[in-house]
């Protein structure tokens, strides 16, 4: 984009004012016809010096035309063109974000989807990027949303979803090879928001339901199976120790009933119940 004035007109209209300001001062014989002639030579020189100045900011370049011919690209600093013979456009090299907006598309397993986006690119060749197509900005725009849609047709949506970033390295490596030959190198593509259909989300959400209770019955089932094997192990301990399991009873009745008033506890020694096992050993010995 060119940000100075029409160097024609300006030039037209200091000669319009000058010739104006010479006849008034010629007529009224304030200066001769010479110095009147000279005088309007250095003005018209001045201001053909002036109007040719043009500033280009550091993140620039300027695309100078001779006569609608391209004759050389003009770095940052203060530059002159030749006034109604040249022109010059100017091209900004730095990174330019452009947002693509929402598509609609459908994956391959037909779930329709909605993908925007968002496009980082740059300005590499500024003479290429001006001279062989008509605006950069908006092909780079047009042919990444091609892109996008040709690259998230081919994938299904557990992939869309998982996938993000190598379907966005993806979309950038396509709509590189297109860009490098205007100029422009697409530094990174990426997608921003997949919007699914309400439908769509429910199910997922009971399918991420059942996988979660899938998971908490498995952990349930392991600690009980853990739980078991070290009940078996104290069981064992404990009936290997004199009284073991008669104290392990007494303290399990103690945590049953917070209330020790509404209990009634009938206690027996453990030699008792030693004895009514020997007894009864005995009594089938002597069946037999």
Same mark, same amino acid.
């Given at each position: 984009?060119?940000?100075?004035?029409?160097?024609?007109?300006?030039?037209?209209?200091?000669?319009?004012?000058?010739?104006?300001?010479?006849?008034?001062?010629?007529?009224?014989?304030?200066?001769?016809?010479?110095?009147?002639?000279?005088? @309007? =030579?250095?003005?018209?020189? +001045?201001?053909? #010096?002036? $109007?040719?100045?043009?500033?280009?900011?550091?993140?620039? &370049?300027?695309?100078?035309?001779?006569?609608?011919?391209?004759?050389?690209?003009?770095?940052?600093?203060?530059?002159?063109?030749?006034?109604?013979?040249?022109?010059?456009?100017?091209?900004?090299?730095?990174?330019?974000?452009?947002?693509?907006?929402?598509?609609?598309?459908?994956?391959?397993?037909?779930?329709?989807?909605?993908?925007?986006?968002?496009?980082?690119?740059?300005?590499?060749?500024?003479?290429?990027?001006?001279?062989?197509?008509?605006?950069?900005?908006?092909?780079?725009?047009?042919?990444?949303?091609?892109?996008?849609?040709? @690259? =998230?047709?081919?994938?299904? +949506?557990?992939? #869309?979803? $998982?996938?993000?970033?190598?379907?966005?390295?993806?979309? &950038?490596?396509?709509?590189?090879?297109?860009?490098?030959?205007?100029?422009?190198?697409?530094?990174?593509?990426?997608?921003?928001?997949?919007?699914?259909?309400?439908?769509?989300?429910?199910?997922?959400?009971?399918?991420?339901?059942?996988?979660?209770?899938?998971?908490?019955?498995?952990?349930?089932?392991?600690?009980?199976?853990?739980?078991?094997?070290?009940?078996?192990?104290?069981?064992?301990?404990?009936?290997?120790?004199?009284?073991?399991?008669?104290?392990?009873?007494?303290?399990?009745?103690?945590?049953?009933?917070?209330?020790?008033?509404?209990?009634?506890?009938?206690? +027996?020694?453990?030699?008792?119940?030693?004895?009514?096992?020997?007894?009864?050993?005995?009594?089938?010995?002597?069946?037999?």
């Amino acid at each position: 984009m060119n940000r100075s004035s029409n160097p024609v007109s300006t030039l037209v209209s200091v000669l319009i004012y000058t010739g104006i300001l010479a006849y008034v001062l010629y007529v009224s014989g304030v200066v001769s016809g010479v110095s009147l002639v000279l005088g @309007v =030579i250095v003005i018209f020189a +001045l201001v053909l #010096l002036f $109007s040719g100045l043009r500033i280009i900011d550091q993140f620039e &370049k300027g695309i100078v035309l001779t006569l609608g011919k391209y004759t050389g690209t003009k770095d940052p600093g203060l530059n002159w063109i030749m006034p109604i013979v040249q022109t010059m456009q100017l091209v900004d090299m730095r990174v330019t974000t452009v947002d693509i907006p929402q598509q609609e598309v459908i994956t391959k397993d037909n779930v329709p989807v909605g993908i925007n986006a968002v496009v980082y690119f740059q300005v590499e060749q500024a003479d290429t990027a001006v001279l062989k197509i008509q605006n950069y900005s908006l092909a780079v725009s047009q042919y990444a949303q091609a892109a996008l849609r040709d @690259v =998230i047709g081919g994938v299904e +949506l557990d992939s #869309l979803l $998982s996938e993000r970033d190598k379907l966005s390295k993806d979309i &950038k490596d396509t709509v590189d090879l297109a860009t490098k030959a205007w100029g422009v190198d697409v530094s990174d593509i990426k997608i921003q928001d997949i919007e699914l259909p309400a439908d769509m989300k429910r199910i997922m959400a009971k399918q991420a339901e059942s996988e979660r209770e899938r998971r908490a019955t498995i952990i349930r089932s392991e600690g009980e199976f853990a739980a078991a094997d070290k009940l078996a192990q104290a069981a064992e301990r404990l009936s290997q120790v004199p009284g073991g399991l008669a104290m392990r009873t007494l303290a399990t009745i103690e945590k049953i009933n917070p209330d020790p008033s509404k209990t009634v506890i009938f206690a +027996l020694p453990v030699e008792f119940m030693e004895g009514v096992k020997a007894m009864g050993d005995y009594m089938k010995d002597k069946v037999k």
